[in-house]
């Protein structure tokens, strides 16, 4: 990577001799061969593997660790009629993870009963609670989704009032595993499975993939039915799409469009603006999945599910409607907080610290993972964000990281001082509040000397410098077919140099501005920034800038306009 246009910017170099390769054998334009060259599809057959996700290259579910164990206790379970009890989790993959084997399990003759956590009353995983309610009802299968791997305690439970248990997730696990009859996790040290970035929903998805060719039912109308689901979970898990993933959720937004479930038409006729257009991966993390979370941060993720479970048209509107409250209530609640964290951490300087703890009383658990979020975007660092409840003397957080630094693997080396797991970048943990002093210390001691981790601000990334004649409407058009974008394959990011600026008009009473740019070939430029309050009063009409910006289109009445979203702008 290299910048010759901003200290604060990273601009991806650019091969031009593969991008004239790829030209001349896909027939592309060179915005698509610059991004296919700059990821790595630099040869014919992995380019048009790559461009062309197709059904016909997912893995065998049977590779899966533990598949045939667990399709014997589940397939078993179902034979003899016997109540499965499916226990899911509070966040979107978990949700989607409860709903696809419900669904499936149900379509094909189970005997299901299905829950999900309450984040406040039982927090994440799995609460002996749980365990004892599906003892309670007569449960004869315990059936995990998206959780489990770590819950030792709760699984030996389950078997100690008799219950078979088959434990299917994502996450990483401990050194040993739990004494599920069954663990699926393609993050299993022993997995032979060739991708391991799989969601929960995910994994869930080949599972029942897998029990479907095994009951000789058809698997296009499996994926048909269920595609959708496993596409939410995907996107919403911030999973890379690559690989399987990709075709899974290339094929899923299709689906999305034309989904059958009531709860996912009512969610997308509330959410959507674009109509009756394609559902893009962005529908998903800035829309749809913001609403479906918003039950588990305030109130209980059962909403949520039964939206996703339902076949009434008229309660699936009613559902939706409520998460459409309660995702505006928590905008409102995290704006609020986020504001009083920056200044805390300000105020205290814990800013200048390799990792930012900040903990605070009774703050809502279910919004304490955005605020970590926030921070560690804001100031470069990974940042634990700690509610604590003074009467039961535990604290609860949420975690979120930059490259350098594995959560999961930081909580594991400072056991027993802290209890919790997740991913590299985002986690959730408990702790005693006794333990938060020496909790920190430890976790500044190991930050200092975990090698190659280096806090402080990322520069942009930019994907490379272009000519605005590159970016014209016929590229940018045919740039759809590198999408879905997301994880691993993120929306492009473009620069141009030397721009005039030939207008700048305020919008929303200088909130956002409309810019008209003339580029050095004379070509005219629309490009709007959002958000930019008073920091670019000095870019005024006769300026020359350089500026970074995603590019897209606008279609109205039929009619199709280039349009450039302003990410960064410096001074030529």
């Given at each position: 990577?290299?910048?010759?246009?901003?200290?604060r910017?990273?601009?991806g170099?650019?091969?031009t001799?593969?991008?004239?390769?790829?030209?001349e054998q896909?027939?592309?334009?060179?915005?698509?061969?610059?991004?296919?060259?700059?990821?790595g599809y630099t040869?014919?057959?992995?380019?048009?593997?790559?461009?062309n996700?197709s059904l016909?290259?997912?893995?065998?579910?049977?590779?899966?660790?533990?598949?045939?164990?667990?399709?014997?206790?589940?397939?078993?379970?179902?034979?003899?009629?016997?109540?499965?009890?499916v226990?899911g989790?509070?966040?979107?993959d978990?949700?989607?993870?409860?709903?696809?084997?419900?669904r499936?399990?149900?379509a094909?003759?189970?005997n299901?009963?299905?829950?999900?956590?309450?984040r406040?009353?039982?927090?994440?995983?799995?609460?002996?609670?749980?365990v004892?309610?599906?003892h309670?009802?007569?449960?004869?299968?315990?059936?995990?989704c998206?959780?489990?791997?770590?819950?030792?305690?709760?699984?030996q439970?389950?078997?100690?009032?008799?219950m078979?248990?088959?434990?299917?997730?994502h996450?990483?696990?401990?050194?040993?595993?739990?004494?599920?009859?069954?663990?699926?996790?393609?993050?299993?040290?022993?997995?032979?499975?060739?991708?391991?970035?799989?969601?929960?929903?995910?994994?869930?998805?080949k599972?029942?993939a897998?029990?479907t060719?095994?009951?000789g039912?058809?698997l296009?109308?499996?994926?048909?039915?269920?595609?959708?689901?496993?596409?939410?979970?995907?996107?919403?898990?911030?999973?890379?799409l690559?690989?399987?993933?990709?075709?899974?959720v290339?094929?899923?937004?299709?689906?999305?469009r034309?989904?059958?479930?009531?709860?996912?038409?009512a969610?997308?006729?509330?959410?959507?603006?674009?109509?009756?257009?394609?559902v893009?991966?962005?529908d998903?993390s800035?829309?749809?999945a913001p609403?479906?979370?918003?039950?588990g941060?305030?109130?209980?993720?059962?909403?949520?599910?039964?939206?996703?479970?339902?076949t009434?048209?008229r309660?699936?509107e009613?559902?939706?409607?409520r998460l459409?409250e309660?995702?505006?209530?928590?905008q409102?609640?995290?704006?609020?907080?986020?504001?009083?964290?920056?200044?805390?951490?300000?105020?205290?300087?814990?800013?200048?610290?390799?990792?930012?703890?900040?903990?605070g009383?009774?703050?809502?658990?279910?919004?304490i993972?955005?605020?970590?979020?926030?921070?560690?975007?804001?100031?470069?660092?990974?940042?634990?964000?700690?509610t604590?409840?003074?009467?039961?003397g535990?604290?609860?957080?949420?975690?979120?990281?930059?490259?350098?630094?594995?959560?999961?693997?930081?909580?594991h080396?400072?056991a027993?001082?802290?209890k919790g797991?997740?991913h590299?970048?985002?986690?959730?943990?408990?702790?005693?509040?006794?333990?938060?002093d020496?909790?920190?210390a430890?976790?500044?001691?190991y930050a200092a000397n975990?090698?190659g981790?280096e806090?402080?601000?990322?520069?942009?990334?930019l994907t490379?410098?272009?000519?605005?004649?590159?970016?014209?409407?016929?590229a940018?058009?045919?740039?759809?077919i590198?999408?879905p974008?997301g994880?691993?394959n993120p929306e492009?990011?473009?620069?141009?140099?030397n721009?005039?600026?030939e207008s700048?008009?305020?919008?929303?009473?200088?909130?956002?501005r409309?810019?008209?740019?003339?580029?050095?070939?004379?070509?005219?430029?629309?490009?709007?920034?959002?958000?930019?309050g008073?920091?670019?009063?000095?870019?005024?009409?006769?300026?020359?800038v350089?500026a970074?910006?995603?590019?897209?289109?606008?279609?109205?009445?039929?009619s199709?306009?280039?349009?450039?979203t302003?990410?960064?702008?410096?001074?030529?």
């Amino acid at each position: 990577m290299v910048s010759t246009l901003s200290e604060r910017w990273l601009v991806g170099a650019r091969d031009t001799q593969a991008e004239q390769t790829l030209r001349e054998q896909l027939g592309v334009s060179t915005l698509t061969a610059l991004l296919l060259a700059q990821r790595g599809y630099t040869d014919l057959a992995t380019a048009q593997e790559f461009l062309n996700p197709s059904l016909a290259n997912l893995h065998n579910p049977e590779l899966l660790p533990d598949f045939e164990a667990a399709a014997a206790e589940i397939l078993g379970a179902i034979g003899r009629k016997e109540l499965i009890y499916v226990h899911g989790d509070y966040d979107v993959d978990g949700v989607t993870s409860a709903a696809i084997i419900t669904r499936f399990l149900r379509a094909v003759g189970g005997n299901v009963v299905v829950h999900v956590p309450h984040r406040l009353r039982e927090g994440y995983g799995i609460h002996p609670s749980a365990v004892d309610s599906a003892h309670e009802q007569g449960a004869k299968l315990f059936l995990t989704c998206d959780c489990g791997i770590v819950a030792h305690d709760q699984i030996q439970r389950a078997l100690d009032y008799g219950m078979r248990v088959v434990v299917t997730d994502h996450h990483e696990p401990n050194e040993t595993l739990p004494p599920a009859h069954a663990v699926v996790n393609p993050h299993r040290a022993d997995s032979e499975y060739p991708f391991t970035e799989l969601s929960g929903a995910g994994v869930a998805f080949k599972l029942c993939a897998g029990l479907t060719v095994k009951m000789g039912l058809p698997l296009e109308g499996y994926y048909r039915a269920y595609a959708d689901l496993a596409t939410l979970g995907t996107v919403a898990d911030v999973m890379p799409l690559l690989g399987e993933n990709r075709i899974l959720v290339s094929y899923g937004l299709t689906q999305l469009r034309c989904t059958k479930k009531v709860g996912l038409v009512a969610l997308m006729n509330g959410a959507l603006k674009n109509g009756a257009g394609p559902v893009r991966s962005s529908d998903i993390s800035f829309r749809l999945a913001p609403r479906l979370n918003a039950a588990g941060r305030l109130d209980d993720a059962a909403i949520s599910l039964d939206l996703l479970l339902e076949t009434d048209s008229r309660k699936a509107e009613q559902l939706a409607l409520r998460l459409e409250e309660l995702n505006q209530e928590r905008q409102s609640e995290q704006r609020l907080l986020i504001e009083s964290a920056v200044a805390h951490v300000v105020e205290s300087g814990l800013h200048e610290n390799p990792v930012i703890l900040v903990t605070g009383e009774n703050w809502h658990h279910g919004i304490i993972g955005l605020v970590a979020g926030k921070l560690t975007e804001r100031f470069g660092r990974p940042t634990l964000v700690v509610t604590l409840e003074p009467e039961t003397g535990v604290g609860k957080g949420s975690a979120r990281s930059i490259p350098g630094f594995h959560l999961a693997e930081a909580f594991h080396r400072l056991a027993p001082l802290v209890k919790g797991g997740g991913h590299e970048l985002a986690a959730g943990f408990s702790i005693q509040m006794q333990d938060l002093d020496a909790f920190h210390a430890a976790l500044l001691d190991y930050a200092a000397n975990l090698e190659g981790f280096e806090p402080g601000l990322r520069p942009v990334e930019l994907t490379a410098e272009i000519s605005a004649a590159e970016g014209d409407l016929t590229a940018v058009e045919e740039m759809s077919i590198m999408e879905p974008f997301g994880a691993a394959n993120p929306e492009p990011v473009f620069c141009t140099r030397n721009l005039r600026v030939e207008s700048v008009q305020e919008l929303s009473r200088g909130e956002h501005r409309k810019f008209q740019f003339r580029s050095e070939e004379g070509l005219l430029r629309t490009a709007l920034l959002w958000g930019c309050g008073s920091d670019l009063d000095h870019i005024v009409a006769g300026s020359q800038v350089h500026a970074a910006y995603t590019i897209g289109m606008d279609t109205f009445q039929g009619s199709k306009t280039l349009r450039w979203t302003i990410r960064d702008l410096c001074p030529a």
